[in-house]
């Protein structure tokens, strides 16, 4: 019996519902297998760009894409300040990047904007947590973008 501290209570059930994980120290997920259903499902509800691009299947490709498209953005990296760093090495072509952007694509920037007041809650710090997300393909760059002029 192992206990499922996703359940509501709490609730000890057998291993056998529990996934399988190499990972873990008795060789079972932490959740039970119902829990883990139903974050999938809760998941795919709130993420419904992530049926739409099938982005575990194509992550490697659209990662490529991305650095194809982004020449100037950092590689992935779980250094937190990594990003924080390359940009200090190279505001000056970042900002020409960000600005040569924003006069082609007027209309995505008003966009962009409006989603992202909207969205905002009141947690969101200026001080570089705009950079913190990583790993996703849109509007990644055009967030990293926006926290950039707020740092100059
Ligand atoms: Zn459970």
Redesign the pocket.
């Known amino acids: 019996m192992k206990r499922?501290r996703?359940?509501h209570p709490p609730?000890m059930?057998p291993l056998s519902e529990f996934s399988l994980d190499a990972y873990r120290p008795d060789g079972h997920r932490s959740?039970?297998k119902?829990?883990a259903n139903k974050n999938t499902a809760r998941y795919l509800s709130d993420h419904p760009d992530y049926v739409q691009t099938n982005y575990e299947n194509n992550k490697e490709e659209m990662a490529k894409k991305y650095r194809e498209q982004h020449p100037l953005m950092p590689k992935k990296t779980d250094d937190p300040n990594y990003q924080h760093n390359y940009y200090l090495a190279n505001s000056e072509r970042i900002k020409a990047q960000a600005e040569k952007w924003r006069a082609e694509n007027p209309g995505r920037v008003l966009e962009l904007n409006s989603a992202r007041e909207s969205g905002r809650g009141p947690s969101g710090s200026r001080s570089g947590g705009g950079i913190r997300r990583r790993g996703r393909a849109t509007p990644l760059c055009l967030g990293r973008g926006d926290s950039i002029s707020h740092d100059l």
Request: hydrophobic residues 0%.
């Open positions: 499922c996703t359940c609730t059930k959740q039970c119902e829990c």
